[in-house]
């Protein structure tokens, strides 16, 4: 019995660490960009009907970067801790202007070569509406994000360029 | 002419300075806002063909504030050094998704409680394509401006709102 709990304290001694060090680690790494309404704007534009990602991306969307992600557009080389928001409103059109209103969901693209190594060090996630707890984003929905922005190896993955 | 020349550094002496002071002034509040992408952006839309701004603004604006007009937004109460750029860019539909192209302009609202005492405290100035030095507003046109912002006089003057 003394033997058992020397055992299961030893054990814990060693997972408790492990856990929470994982545990650390992933909401540091896809933790909510709080605050990114006050970084640099990238660009803005409307996804209309006519687009094929109209069913999920439709909408005004605008584009923010962190301070570390502005070098990667410098660069096209996004060094660790580049962090980018894509943020898609709903679009209501009036009297011929087309404005964002509630908020449909960010995607989120976080650089870290380390946890991100099978993704060419690119992380992605989604928060819905304005939850900044829930990620959206299923293990193949983030493997297919990846898939498609391997089009844009040659500009670090990013598919969006500063607009000065 | 010992007398006239006298009189004539006199008066320079009085003048230069008054000159001088004049433009530095109007240089300093109605310059152009160098540096105004990396302020924060308050909302971007697009003014279709179907609004009777389009022939002037038709595009995809974004709106961007500096450090204190985000007071003003706050509190609706705008201080002075409070500068506002209303940047518009041509807009293009490409597969149904429209994305902001050239420049068209900037418009550019300055808030100067002396200065632009006449108009409530704001001084408006509109810089075409990515001209930074050619000021294309008549003084007809900033009247104009101010009168159609003054609809907006409980909410400081301004139409816009942040959007979080």
């Known amino acids: 019995m003394t033997k058992s709990i020397a055992m299961f304290v030893a054990a814990a001694a060693v997972m408790i660490p492990v856990t929470l060090g994982f545990r650390a680690q992933e909401n540091e790494a896809t933790a ?26 439709g909408g005004i969307y ?31 059109e009036t009297k011929g202007t087309t404005t964002g209103e509630a908020r449909k969901f960010i995607d989120v693209m976080i650089k870290d070569s380390r ?12 928060f819905r509406g304005d939850n900044q707890t829930e990620r959206a984003l299923t293990a193949k929905a983030r493997t297919d994000c990846h898939s498609c922005h391997t089009s844009q190896k040659d500009r670090g993955y990013v598919f969006s360029s500063f607009r000065p």
């Open 32 to 57: 909510y960009p709080g605050g990114y309404r006050s970084w640099t704007h990238i660009k803005s534009g409307l996804v209309g009907p006519g687009s094929p990602a109209y069913p999920e991306y």
């Open 62 to 92: 605008s584009v923010y970067a962190n301070e570390k992600a502005m070098e990667g557009y410098r660069t096209r080389v996004f060094p660790d801790g580049s962090v980018i928001v894509f943020d898609v409103l709903e679009a209501k």
């Open 115 to 126: 946890r991100f190594a099978q993704s060419d060090g690119w992380g992605y996630e989604k």
